[in-house]
């Protein structure tokens, strides 16, 4: 059942925020799809996920190449997926505004280290799906749905275009 009373494009980028994982998927030089996690740093209300990353790892060299990339992001009872273009950003102010302690696992030389790069994702449309009352009301829905034989009710799912 779909909230009325939201905009989904609010709802979808409040969902996103919520979840500390995400996976980007990119198109390697093969034309194979490839996700690795990552830790978005940033989403913003127009839906662009900022991510800080390394300048020479395969996913920035596979963005360079093909900028066609998805990202998906899920917690124990909520599901969303963006699709949308990214670039490799090289802006130190940026880097700056969004290091925090975790980034220096795997850029200990800090937001002014040469290998330090953003992924700006700007999501051109994504899907959400959202079980309020967590995973012991998406059980009980379940269980609700066996036991009447009625179509299983998942909660929230929409489809939104991004800016």
């Known amino acids: 059942m779909t909230d009325t009373t939201e905009d989904p494009r609010i709802r979808i980028v409040e969902l996103a925020r ?9 198109i390697d030089g093969e034309g194979h799809v490839v996700s690795r996690p990552m830790s978005p740093q940033e989403i913003t209300d127009e839906g662009v996920i900022w991510i800080i990353a390394e300048a020479d790892s395969r996913d920035a060299a596979e963005i360079s190449l093909n900028p066609s990339v998805g990202v998906s992001l899920t917690s124990g009872s909520s599901f969303v997926s963006f699709s949308g273009t990214a670039e490799v950003v090289t802006d130190a102010a940026k880097l700056h505004e969004l290091w925090n302690p975790a980034v220096e696992a795997w850029l200990p030389d800090g937001p002014d280290s040469p290998q330090a790069v953003l992924f700006k994702v700007s999501a051109e449309s994504g899907e959400y799906w959202d079980s309020p009352g967590g995973r012991i009301a998406t059980v009980i829905s379940f269980v609700k749905a066996k036991l009447t034989g009625e179509r299983y009710d998942g909660g929230e799912n929409e489809t939104v275009s991004l800016p």
């Open 18 to 26: 919520k979840i500390p994982i995400a996976m980007l998927t990119t």
